[in-house]
C-alpha cells in the first residue's frame, strides 16, 4: 500500500499531534480530522489504516472513562452488531483501489457532519422507537465507516438525540467509536489491505495523539471550545469540498 518514509512519519505525527488536540478540547473529532487531513494527502485506504491503533487507544480510554459501560452495551448491542455488520461489508469501498470515488466519498462525509454539527437543532429520539432505529443507524454508520474511514455519521447526531447524560454520553460514544474502529480493521484485514509497515506506523502515532490531547484539554480551559469548535467545522467542510472537486481539477 505504501511505504514507511521520514516524509510519511512526519506528516503523520503532525496530523494526528492536531487531531489528538481537537479531542482535547472539543471530545471528539481525531478520526474525522485524521481521515480528512491524511485523506487529502494519500489515498484513503492509507489513512484509514494509521488511524486504527491511535483511534483504538483513545476510544478505549473514553469508554472506559466512567462507571455505565455495560448499562450502555445492553442498550445499545443492536446499534453496535449494526455498525461491525455494516462497516465489513462497506470496506470492499476502500479497498476498491478506486481512489476518486473514495476520496470524494471522504470529502461527502466530512460536509455532512460539518454542516449537520454547524446548522442542525438538538434533536430527541424516544425510548419506544430504539429497538428498530439503532440497528438502522448502526448499519448505515457502519456502511459509512467502511466506505471513508470517519465513524460519526449519523452515529455521533443519533446518540446525541437518546438524552444520555453528559458522562454517559461520552462512554456512548466511545463505545461506538472502539467498535468502530475494530470493525475498519476487521474489514481492511479481511481484504488483505492492512500491511505490517502501516501498523507499525499507526503504532508510532499513538504517542503524538495523546500528547496533542493533553494540549487539547489545557487549551479547554484558556479558549472557548465554541468558538474552537466552530472554526474547526468551518475548516473541514473547506476540506472536503476540496476533497470533492479535486478529481475535477
Known sequence: MMNMSIELLVVATVTFFAAGIVKGVTGMGLPTVAMGVLGALISPLAAASLLIVPSFVTNVWQLFAGPSVYRL??????????????????????????????????????????????????????????????????????????????????????????????????????????VSTIALGAGLASRGALQIDNLVLSTLAIAPALLGMWVGQIARNRISPATFRRWFLLCLLLLGAKMIVRPLL
Open 73 to 178: 452495551v445492553f442498550r445499545l448491542w443492536p446499534m453496535m452488531l449494526a455498525i461491525i455488520v455494516g462497516t465489513v461489508a462497506g470496506a470492499s469501498l476502500l479497498t476498491s483501489g478506486n481512489t476518486l470515488l473514495t476520496t470524494a466519498a471522504l470529502g461527502a462525509a466530512l460536509i455532512v457532519y460539518a454542516a449537520y454539527t454547524l446548522l442542525a437543532r438538538q434533536l430527541h429520539v424516544p425510548e419506544r422507537v430504539e429497538p428498530w432505529l439503532s440497528p438502522l443507524v448502526g448499519a448505515i454508520t457502519g456502511l459509512v465507516t467502511g466506505g471513508t474511514g470517519v465513524f460519526v455519521i449519523p452515529a455521533v447526531p443519533y446518540l446525541q438525540s437518546l438524552g444520555l447524560e453528559k458522562d454517559d454520553l461520552v462512554q456512548a460514544l466511545g463505545l461506538s467509536f472502539t
